[in-house]
């Protein structure tokens, strides 16, 4: 079983992950190690140089909390590369956003405002007015991002776009530019979003609350997301306004959303802009479904008092604090409740991007290259990627892309993580747990060998020749 992203109700872009922030350089918390891949990584983590590939993240959810990580001290004197591969601009270009708002610096958005604004943009298909200000802003100083390469060791320092083709720089700035477009009528997310329901429920929807609610209950809860609250699952799958984090009129297309697909029409295939993503699983899966917080896991006749917007707010605090110099960071803490004392409404300026380096120490410890679309296949021919990755992640809707060639690419001892399709509701629960024997097989055949799993990631390492 190879799972593509095809499935209807996951769409064809990964907007956001079907699986939680992961610290690549620290196993995940909730597996059982038996001392295996725990040794692993904190040992990688000791070295001077870790190198990962992601294939098909989707989102920056493990780049920001593996980056974050870098303030413990263990991870000090760790030189951090980071390499990325998609199969859609349009998520590179949402990399990029989010990397700029994850490092505005403090003088100019709060750590409250930072987190809501991400999450507004993140994951919402509507959004206030003084978020849309700030994404066609910063699409305006994307714009030359892209194509002034004196700017990249300004503001994003840590960013390298060298290696992507002159042709997906320009279709970037193409992307940039429609994110700058002021005319509502260019993308109508609202009546997109309805057709991928009519579509997707068919004759259920006029039912569709009852369908709604069945996933929720019968999927998503089971499957372990009891964060995630009625209300705000319902409204999602609505209107696809995930997080209300503040009072206003959610009425304006997040255009970062928007993508390109080839449809039959008259028997051609036309590109056709709109919203194709996920409209079952939800965003919450990303930050919103776990937490080390004990306090926002309490219960009240056996259900969460806190919601999934709650846990991720948080959690995109904890993360977003440790991306700001130490002395801000310590200044301010993550909220537990959401709420915020003060905030500028204005969502921010983006004038002063161009005029200040706010490069910290921070981003001279690790570097994140964006790579060409779909460009696995090659990495094994070119001698610069020779034995070089140390972690290697694969999404579910890449496993496909798990090919014996990658051997060359793992650096001796390498770990590889696999997404597992738990969160993809479209995927029957038994369809899910059948896809590991799959997974192990193509990494058997790529040189590895399994070490722990559960239902949400695989983790194998590479077999000595």
């Not at 809860?221 to 209107?239: C, D, F, I, N, P």
């Not at 690790?366 to 696995?376: A, G, V, Y």
């Amino acid at each position: 079983m190879a799972l593509h992203n095809s499935l209807e109700g996951a769409g064809s872009v990964t907007w956001w992950g079907f699986s939680p922030a992961l610290d690549l350089l620290v196993p995940p918390g909730n597996i059982s190690i038996g001392g295996s891949i725990r040794e692993i990584t904190e040992d990688k983590a000791l070295s001077q140089t870790i190198n990962i590939l992601l294939v098909g993240s989707g989102d920056s959810r493990h780049v920001l909390k593996t980056v974050a990580g870098l303030r413990q001290s263990s991870h000090s004197k760790t030189q951090l590369h980071v390499y990325i591969i998609e199969n859609n601009l349009e998520l590179i270009g949402r990399h990029l956003l989010f990397l700029t708002l994850a490092f505005e610096p403090p003088e100019r958005m709060g750590l409250q405002e930072k987190a809501e604004t991400f999450l507004e943009l993140f994951g919402n298909s509507l959004i206030r007015s003084p978020t849309a200000n700030y994404l066609q802003e910063v699409s305006h100083w994307l714009i030359q991002f892209v194509t002034e390469s004196d700017l990249q060791e300004g503001r994003l320092p840590s960013v390298d776009l060298s290696a992507l083709r002159f042709k997906e720089r320009d279709q970037l700035e193409g992307i940039f530019k429609f994110w700058c477009h002021p005319d509502p009528r260019s993308f109508q997310i609202h009546r997109m979003w309805d057709v991928r329901l009519r579509q997707y429920l068919d004759s259920r929807y006029d039912f569709r609350q009852g369908a709604f609610d069945w996933d929720l209950t019968m999927k998503l809860h089971q499957r372990g997301a009891q964060m995630v609250s009625k209300a705000e699952y319902m409204r999602w799958r609505e209107t696809g306004v995930a997080f209300e984090l503040r009072e206003g009129l959610y009425d304006t297309a997040n255009r970062s959303l928007a993508s390109g697909l080839l449809l039959k029409r008259n028997g051609e295939r036309v590109p056709v802009r709109g919203y194709w993503g996920d409209i079952v699983s939800s965003p919450y899966i990303s930050f919103g479904i776990e937490t080390d917080n004990e306090n926002l896991k309490q219960t009240a006749n056996g259900l969460p008092t806190k919601t999934a917007q709650d846990v991720s707010l948080y959690n995109l605090q904890t993360i977003l604090k440790d991306l700001v110099p130490k002395k801000e960071a310590e200044e301010s803490e993550p909220s537990v409740s959401g709420e915020e004392a003060t905030q500028r409404d204005g969502g921010g300026s983006a004038a002063s991007l161009d005029s200040k380096n706010h490069s910290s120490s921070l981003q001279s410890q690790f570097s994140i290259h964006f790579l060409p679309l779909n460009c696995l296949d090659k990495l094994a021919e070119k001698n610069c990627y020779n034995q070089l990755f140390n972690i290697m992640y694969f999404s579910c809707s890449m496993i496909h892309q798990l090919k014996p060639a990658l051997r060359r690419t793992a650096a001796p001892g390498a770990s590889l993580i696999v997404e597992m399709a738990r969160y993809i509701l479209d995927v029957h629960k038994d369809q899910a747990a059948g896809l590991l024997p799959r997974v192990n097989e193509l990494a058997k055949e790529a040189g590895f060998t399994p070490t722990v799993n559960n239902e949400t990631i695989a983790c194998f390492e590479l077999r000595e020749p």
